[in-house]
């Protein structure tokens, strides 16, 4: 079966401060991504070799296809392999700014403008009960983009949709440098965003 391995970080671990600092982003990648990563290998060691053989984004977009009793672990921590290797990917020293092309027209034509959109995601996001990740994702059946509060380690391809660009607001994202103070960190992520990467995950997802 495939052996899901913690993906190399696309940059060093001090390239976002002083928006998100190199110690938290050590024990993110370290310990969070890889637990979640190890974890994934146990529950699918426990599947059968049918499952075992397929992706796991895959078996995430459709889980009524793994028992139920491993249903919960390949969600929680195939999500969590899978969110966090996207987030990283997500993000880039000196990102940020708006998008242009295709992002930017998907955007506006749900949300209204940038600001707007920026605006509903900071502002949902922030509000998330307990930990999740707010999430820009492309909806195959209207074939829009749209915001997507999710909780926990829960995947957007669960519910179908495509995930273009996540937040991640476990405290474990944030609380050694902003604490309590999750806006904070919501207002200084938009300064790593990668655009670039998001643009390429709407085109493949078209
Ligand atoms: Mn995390």
Request: net charge negative; charged share 20%; hydrophobic share 35%.
């Amino acid at each position: 079966m495939t052996q899901y391995e913690l993906p190399k970080m696309p940059y060093a671990y001090d390239a976002l401060e002083p928006h998100i600092d190199a110690r938290t982003m050590e024990i993110h990648h370290t310990k969070h991504h890889q637990t979640y990563t190890t974890k994934l290998n146990d529950a699918l060691g426990k599947c059968s070799s049918d499952i075992q053989n397929k992706d796991i984004l895959d078996i995430l977009s459709d889980l009524s296809q793994v028992p139920d009793e491993l249903k919960k672990a390949i969600n929680f921590n195939g999500g969590g392999y899978d969110n966090h290797t996207l987030f990283w990917n997500n993000m880039k020293p000196n990102g940020g700014g708006e998008p242009g092309g295709a992002v930017a027209d998907a955007i506006n034509s749900s949300f209204g403008s940038f600001a707007d959109f920026k605006e509903k995601f900071s502002s949902t996001t922030a509000v998330i009960q307990g930990s999740g990740w707010g999430w820009l994702v492309y909806n195959p059946s209207s074939s829009k983009v749209e915001y997507v509060a999710m909780s926990n380690q829960d995947s957007p391809r669960t519910k179908g949709l495509v995930p273009l660009l996540g937040l991640d607001v476990w405290e474990h994202a944030y609380y050694l440098n902003y604490q309590n103070k999750r806006p904070d960190y919501i207002a200084a992520w938009w300064n790593v965003v990668n655009w670039d990467e998001v643009d390429n995950r709407l085109s493949k997802a078209k």
